[in-house]
């Protein structure tokens, strides 16, 4: 008898010691509740409690993520999508979190969904696929604030789907393909643009090279051609000081210039003209035949003058003295 007392002795302390003493990890805390009253709050390590008279309800406080169900929303321009998101969020306060709240993971998967109507409803359907930072932003607040009460902090909210009809999503496709393809025309068009304006631009500078060129090489023939008739012209106009002075030099007598008057004769008379025209001073002329007469009357020096001359044709004789004739 004293042996069964002794064991049910030692189960009772083993049952109290396990009901009393209580272990809280480091991202936990405990409320402890004093006969159904709340009695205090604990932190992590080693708790000790009255067996059968103080409970502890442990909290949570990590961060941790609510999946909130995909859900059909209706956007402003009567498109329906449909929508679904993550929520992150952490316990700041256990005493709230334990008493204000019976179901907090339904609660705010309820929230979200119901503020994610309000928030895609106030917008179009191009809004709503290019504004998800807005939406996540606007979410996080309105449930930040309805959670503040329930001791709990939201972190971040995260859209992961906005999916319109099929239709709808067809539609688009094409007309993202349309502008796609105008873009395509337009920047083709630009090239082929600018690549006119770059060849019209080379042509017109090849234009002006060229016609610059062919300036200079004008002026450049314009300056050989003077360069040139000045060279003759102070040749000829050197030749012609020499041979000045050669005659006043050699002192020439009349007989030389009239064997030269009748060498200039001879190539007149030589020439296909049918007709021959005297210089003006006829007087002059007529001296200087009279004094050729007289060299003829020189055998010696009418043999030299034959054998230097050719002989002037018969008619063109004839048509001379006839003119000499008709002049005196």
Known sequence: MDGFLFFILIILIIVFAYK????????????VERLGSYSRTVDSGLILLIPFIEKIRKVDLRE??????????ITKDNTVVIVDCVIFYEVIDPFNAVYNVVNFYQAITK??????????GDLELDQTLTSREMINSHLREVLDEATDKWG???????????????DIVDAMSKQMKAERMKRASILESEGYKQSEIKR?????????????????SIQKIADADKYQ???????KA?????????????????????????????????GNSTKIFLPTEVSGVLGSIGGIAELFK?????????????????????????????EE
């Open 200 to 216: 019209a631009e080379g042509d017109k500078q090849a234009a002006i090279l060229e016609a610059e060129g062919e300036s200079i």
């Open 64 to 73: 941790q993520v609510v999946d909130v169900p995909p859900q059909e929303v």
């Open 298 to 326: 020189d055998e010696d020096l009418s043999k030299k003058i034959q054998e230097e001359q050719t002989p002037i044709k018969k008619d063109k004789k004839e048509s001379f003295t006839q003119k000499i004739t008709k």
């Open 152 to 166: 709990s902090k939201v972190v971040r909210v995260e859209i992961q789907r906005i999916e319109p009809p099929k």
């Open 111 to 120: 929230l979200a969904q119901t503020n994610l109507r309000n928030i895609i």
């Open 238 to 270: 050197k030749a012609t000081e020499l041979t000045y002075k050669a005659i006043h030099t050699g002192n020439p007598t009349n007989d030389l210039i009239a064997i030269k008057y009748l060498e200039a004769l001879q190539k007149v008379a030589d």
């Open 20 to 31: 009393s003493v209580n272990i809280l990890r480091p991202y936990e805390k405990g409320v």
């Open 229 to 235: 008739e000045i060279a003759i012209a102070e040749g």
